[in-house]
């Protein structure tokens, strides 16, 4: 749901009274308020980051963030479903505050209210702020898609896997585990 066209600075938009049930986003100056995900969602959503997360920590990589805030830029807050952030960044975060350093992958699970315009602007968005990938998974059709800086969406079908080898060498988990 979009509120009125008042702008947010980033500092303004940290000030904003946070409620239980409502996540709030600002993207260039614009606030957006999010709902919590359906129970599809989140099970998507759990089952990358316990995986990413086991993975991640066996080889001191980083960290797997769930549903933190992103400053992406001066104007723009994002709150990815899930994201990798390298060891050398997640030390210079304070993590009291949005994180200020770039999610190295982020994942987003769509759900059915989400308006692809949205997404597309969201992992545009996390490309130009440093992201070196995006995946995007759609539990409905099940389907993800792979978005990186400079390169042609990818689609992943039900019978392949999610892989990252440039960031995460050797971590795989097949996409219909993930989809249940």
Known sequence: MRSAMTHFTVEEFEKL????GVCLELTQGELIQRTPGRLR??????KIAFS????????????????????LSPDTVRIPDAAFVTAEYIQQVDPDRPLTVPPALVIEVVSP???????LKKVEQYLQAGAFTVWVIYPNVREAHIFQKNQQ???L???????????????TIPLATVLG
């Not at 969602?41 to 759990?46: A, K, L, P, T, Y």
């Open 17 to 20: 009274p946070r409620h239980e």
């Open 41 to 46: 969602h989140n099970r998507v959503r759990d």
């Open 52 to 71: 990413l997360r086991q993975f991640v920590e066996a080889n001191r990589l980083g960290e797997i963030v769930i549903e933190t805030d992103f400053q």
């Open 113 to 119: 209210t989400d308006r692809a315009a949205d997404l």
């Open 153 to 155: 969406p990818r689609v």
């Open 157 to 171: 079908r039900e019978a392949e896997s999610l892989t990252e080898e440039n960031l995460l060498p050797g971590f």
